[in-house]
């Protein structure tokens, strides 16, 4: 199918079929695909030469890769977004004063001076990023990888899936702390859980895995109750690799090894459409708009696709939208939630920051095309090349930021925007890495601003807390962990964990001051 370097998930004879092999193997796979990777034609002109170079990644003995290029921001700076972001953090689209601190705004409200005698929003969003997660507060091990973690959208939740074929369920206090709250065992799991998501309600939890059926858990019921969503696949051989839920809770989407997108109805227990959406493998789906009309699809192919829910059909149904821009295919999308803005993950070793309403350019599908084409490399068991790192733009990428310094390599890494969807959302972006980091980004910078260290294993999933503030990851190092902010000067020396730059260290005030729990990017 589509590409050389990706069959999206990961089966026992997929994803799992590095793992334990010998060096020659390898080796001698990388041969095959370099001389595979020689007959093709129809090369991009953006394209850079190919070379014979070392290699970095998975299987060196450092994995860290090396610096990434600056940011290029030139698209974000003439963009409605960055006077949003800007306007959310309290500093105004054109030239101000100074960035404020903590200290000062302190002695300003103390003074009087803010609005109400209180925060206004853009104070509380600067406020908040002083507060980014640098530490370990919970931490929890299991006997095999851990594939994906996932908070309600209450936030009163926490949700793992392991490789043993067991849900986790926490009860989550404020992201501070997660506490075990109850656990089953997955029905017809090949090789593992592969993706996991909540009803909007929070009462049920929809996972998926190698098997044509998608399962409906009742978190709250009395007894071990699974619901069977059957999808009717025509392959045999078949995986689901991402679901999304409507915002009622009545229909399932999902991504499928089949290269199609289908929607199952909950009430009238049927699948209603199997749409033909990719040339490859659908490794990611997601619903743009809170209202669920506008759904996402990624894929192997390089390419995310949108679709009109209103004006899909079993027959000839068509995308309303495409972005292209990478090199390889798609391993995850998180939209921000207001119908606009969504971020890719790819195996390209990027991610990539999209407005909805500016599609691909002239060419754009063909380049994209032609570049996953020319992959000649496989993500699961062998390193990333170098030129990975400094590719250019493609013909069409009509991208607002590319991100660069995670690693997407063994499976189907994750990315998330922070808290809260919609407006003034999205200040951040966390990303799994296959260094075991979780590395979190600034958005308008598109710069690494926390780079957190605990993981011995990829980290394959990520997922801020609801309220923000708080951060989990999942890991195949076969464990989850709790990420949130902790003032350096109260952790004990030679005890501090999470790593990353610190925060402004802030001068003790002349009188004690009570600062209350700030949430990063409090709604209004």
Same mark, same amino acid.
């Not at 858990?217 to 069977?228: F, L, P, R, V």
């Given at each position: ?8 998930? #990961? ?7 590095? *793992? ?40 060196? #003995? ?54 109400? /005698? ?80 909540? /009803?909007?309600?929070?009462?049920? !939890? ?15 019921? *009395? ?27 009545? *229909? ?58 209103? !004006? ?31 971020? /890719?993950? /790819?195996?390209?070793?990027? #991610? ?62 994750? !990315?998330?925007? #922070? ?71 109260? *952790? ?33």
């Amino acid at each position: 199918m589509g590409s050389q370097s990706s069959s999206g998930g #990961a089966g026992p004879e997929e994803e799992g079929r590095g *793992e334990g092999q010998e060096e020659d193997d390898v080796d001698l796979r990388r041969v095959v695909a370099l001389l595979l990777g020689r007959g093709r034609s129809g090369r991009d002109p953006s394209d850079e030469e190919e070379e014979e170079e070392e290699p970095w990644g998975w299987g060196t #003995a450092d994995i860290t890769p090396p610096a990434p290029p600056p940011p290029d921001t030139r698209a974000l700076d003439g963009h409605e977004l960055k006077a949003q972001l800007l306007l959310a953090r309290g500093k105004g689209a054109g030239p101000g004063p100074p960035e404020e601190h903590v200290t000062r705004l302190l002695r300003q409200r103390e003074w009087g001076r803010c609005r109400n /005698s209180s925060f206004s929003y853009g104070e509380r969003s600067l406020l908040s990023s002083h507060f980014l997660p640098n530490h370990e507060a919970f931490a929890d091990s299991y006997p095999q990888k851990a594939f994906c973690g996932l908070f309600s959208p209450d936030g009163s939740l926490f949700v793992s899936a392991c490789q043993d074929h067991t849900l986790r369920f926490y009860w989550s206090r404020e992201g501070s702390r997660l506490r075990p709250f109850r656990s089953c065992r997955a029905r017809d799991v090949g090789w593992s859980v592969l993706d996991v998501a909540f /009803s909007p309600d929070g009462a049920h !939890c929809v996972y998926c895995s190698w098997a044509g059926a998608v399962h409906v858990y009742d978190i709250y019921g *009395e007894g071990d109750t699974h619901t069977a969503l059957d999808l009717r696949p025509e392959e045999r051989r078949f995986a689901v690799f991402s679901l999304a839920v409507g915002p009622d809770g009545r *229909e399932v989407l999902g991504g499928g090894s089949d290269g199609c997108v289908y929607l199952y109805d909950r009430e009238v227990q049927r699948r209603t459409l199997r749409v033909e959406a990719h040339e490859d493998d659908v490794n990611a789906v997601a619903l743009a708009d809170a209202g669920g009309q506008l759904l996402l699809s990624g894929g192997d192919d390089g390419v995310t696709r949108a679709w009109d829910r209103r !004006c899909l059909g079993q027959d000839r149904a068509r995308p309303v939208g495409l972005l292209t821009g990478h090199r390889d295919g798609i391993t995850f999308l998180h939209p921000r939630g207001d119908g606009r803005y969504v971020v /890719s993950n /790819s195996k390209d070793q990027t #991610a990539k920051l999209w407005d909805l309403r500016r599609p691909a350019g002239p060419g754009g599908l063909e380049a994209t095309r032609r570049a996953v084409a020319r992959q000649s490399w496989d993500y699961r068991w062998q390193r990333a090349p170098r030129r990975a790192l400094t590719s250019p733009p493609l013909p069409g990428d009509t991208s607002l930021m590319t991100f660069r310094g995670h690693v997407v390599l063994n499976t189907l890494l994750r !990315c998330r925007l #922070a808290p809260p969807p919609g407006d003034g959302g999205g200040q951040y972006l966390s990303a799994g890495c296959a260094t075991g980091a979780v590395i979190v980004y600034d958005v308008l910078t598109g710069k690494a601003v926390r780079r957190l260290t605990n993981h011995s294993g990829c980290v394959r999933d990520v997922s801020w807390h609801p309220q923000g503030g708080a951060l989990a990851s999942a890991s195949w190092d076969g464990s989850v962990r709790l990420w949130t902010y902790q003032d350096p000067q109260e *952790e004990p020396m030679g005890e501090r964990r999470g790593g990353g730059d610190d925060p402004p260290k802030l001068p003790p005030p002349s009188c004690p001051i009570a600062l209350p729990p700030i949430n990063l990017c409090v709604p209004l």
